[in-house]
């Protein structure tokens, strides 16, 4: 079992910068492939970009990709998403997940946290 926070959701203006915070309970946080997704409100859930176990390999969705950028520190028991140049469109709510295998799909993933709130402004 994995209980996962986050943390560091705000509003910022366009073109600004946030870095949000997932933090995790449990021994076995190194074992998970780690996720963060977003969902704008009337829309769905989408993945954002997701991290290896160790760290190794991360992919991103495209809509993010240059911009954002995911960690994880398997010490501190956390993964962090840097967002960068921040667009109105990426106003959403963010959330942190946890699985077995890396996948774009929310269906990968068998822990979330929360979620935190990211408000751009033009």
């Known amino acids: 079992q994995v209980q996962l926070v986050e943390s560091g959701g705000g509003l910022v203006q366009a073109g600004g910068s946030l870095r949000l915070s997932c933090a995790a309970s449990?021994?076995?946080?190194?074992?998970?492939?780690l996720g963060w997704f977003r969902q704008a409100p009337g829309k769905e859930r989408e993945f954002v970009a997701h991290?290896?176990?160790?760290?190794?390999?991360?992919n991103y969705a495209d809509s993010v990709k240059g911009r954002f950028t995911i960690s994880r520190d398997n010490a501190r028991n956390t993964v962090y998403l840097q967002m960068n140049s921040l667009k109105p469109e990426d106003t959403a709510v963010y959330y942190c997940?946890?699985?077995?295998?890396?996948?774009?799909?929310?269906?990968?993933?068998?822990?979330w946290g929360q979620g935190t709130q990211v408000t751009v402004s033009s």
């Open positions: 997940a946890a699985g077995p295998r890396l996948g774009v799909l929310s269906t990968s993933y068998d822990y």
């Open positions: 449990g021994r076995t946080f190194s074992s998970y492939a």
């Open positions: 991290i290896s176990r160790g760290g190794g390999s991360t």
